[in-house]
């Protein structure tokens, strides 16, 4: 059992203690705070639970629970974990905690800051990996100062631009996106898209680009610090032990039909080791009939997810994953992000599982077939005898 999958089993035992105990563990009123805060103390799993249902609680009362609780909790990790992860989800929802008057005296607030009004959008991720992303922040009497890159998640940053542009210019651009790419620029918390593209950067210079020397300056303008390490933000709006129910791992397979994961081939040299085999099992005068060729075939797309999705690039298959859930919860198509995020969260626990992920499987299939495809056209064209003009 994974480390997370044990922490959400002791939230779990401590949601179920509280029921027992009289709790009405599905209120998510104002009124429940006070209820849940004459609990804490009781004992871990209890306290994790609380502190999960306590961000749960669109209001103030919680946020201020929450951070009393953080105060005490220095001792343990998961719980104050717990807490971050609680916090952020309320401050989704517009819910943040007071600034103490102490810690507003001591520290000087900084001339330059991100504005509240600052504004984060990112693309859907296209089939090589790679996404658009903008931070826009309002400049009075003057537009809004724009800083946009496109990050792969191999390449890392890959393009970077800053401008001041108007209101109007933004919208056209995220409307010619639209029309001429069908991508829609959805909105994402800006703490998200800055540590995209902060990430991008360093993965970027780490393989030797020496191009985007503009991007610490350009990015100064909104954020001169390092960014802070959060959830990502579809766990504020998803459950995600909650997408795992029912017939998911077949019914995954329903996200290759969305215009969004129709260009979606894995890289090539992700699947040379596995093309190999597949023309073997397709020529090989071993293989007696079709239903062997076809059992081959099967065996040799299951360990080519289990290697390729469960490998060493499992985090960067579960971060499209994730950015693809938000991207189609935010395109208003629930479902489909609930299938996406269950995807997400079976590749963070490391394993397919016992049975098939039919969205991975299709994934692979798909991309096989493709590369075959190539390799046939080519074979084709080598030994035509017709002379092209």
Same mark, same amino acid.
């Given at each position: ?60 009362? /919680? ?9 005490? /909790? ?8 717990? =807490? ?80 001041? =542009? ?75 032990? /909650? ?147």
């Amino acid at each position: 059992m994974t480390k997370k999958k044990s922490h959400e089993e002791e939230i779990r035992r401590g949601v179920e203690e509280l029921r027992r105990s009289g709790i009405s563990v599905d209120d998510v009123s104002p009124a429940v705070v006070a209820r849940l805060r004459e609990q804490l103390g009781r004992g871990r799993e209890t306290d994790l639970a609380l502190v999960f249902l306590l961000g749960r609680v669109a209001d103030n009362a /919680a946020a201020e629970a929450l951070t009393a609780l953080e105060k005490g /909790a220095a001792a343990d990790k998961d719980l104050q974990r717990e =807490i971050r992860r609680s916090l952020y989800k309320l401050a989704q929802k517009g819910i943040r905690p007071p600034a103490s008057e102490s810690a507003g005296k001591a520290v000087p607030r900084p001339i330059l800051t991100m504005a509240p009004e600052a504004e984060g959008y990112c693309s859907s991720v296209d089939g090589g990996g790679g996404r658009l992303i903008w931070i826009a922040r309002p400049q009075a009497g003057s537009g809004l100062q724009l800083l946009q890159g496109m990050v792969s998640d191999r390449q890392g940053l890959v393009q970077v631009g800053g401008a001041l =542009i108007r209101r109007k210019e933004l919208r056209r651009m995220a409307e010619d996106i639209r029309k001429n790419h069908g991508i829609t620029m959805i909105s994402v918390p800006w703490e998200y898209a800055d540590r995209m593209l902060y990430e991008g950067f360093d993965k970027a210079k780490a393989a030797g680009r020496t191009d985007l020397e503009q991007f610490p300056s350009l990015r100064a303008i909104f954020n001169p610090a390092k960014p802070k390490s959060l959830p990502h933000p579809v766990y504020g709006r998803l459950d995600a032990q /909650a997408t795992r129910a029912g017939a998911w791992r077949e019914l995954s397979r329903r996200l290759l039909d969305e215009p969004e994961f129709r260009p979606w081939i894995l890289d090539e040299d992700w699947m040379k080791g596995y093309l190999g085999q597949a023309e073997q099992a397709q020529e090989s005068r071993l293989v007696l009939n079709q239903l062997q060729k076809e059992e081959r075939f099967a065996a040799i797309i299951r360990e080519a997810v289990r290697e390729i999705f469960f490998g060493e690039q499992r985090q960067l298959f579960q971060r499209r994953m994730e950015d693809m859930a938000f991207y189609l919860l935010e395109s208003r198509r629930e479902e489909q992000a609930r299938l996406a995020l269950a995807v997400a969260v079976q590749l963070e626990e490391g394993a397919p599982g016992p049975l098939d992920i039919s969205f991975l499987t299709g994934w692979m299939q798909k991309s096989l077939a493709f590369y075959l495809g190539q390799t046939k056209q080519k074979a084709a064209e080598e030994t035509s005898l017709i002379v092209k003009p």
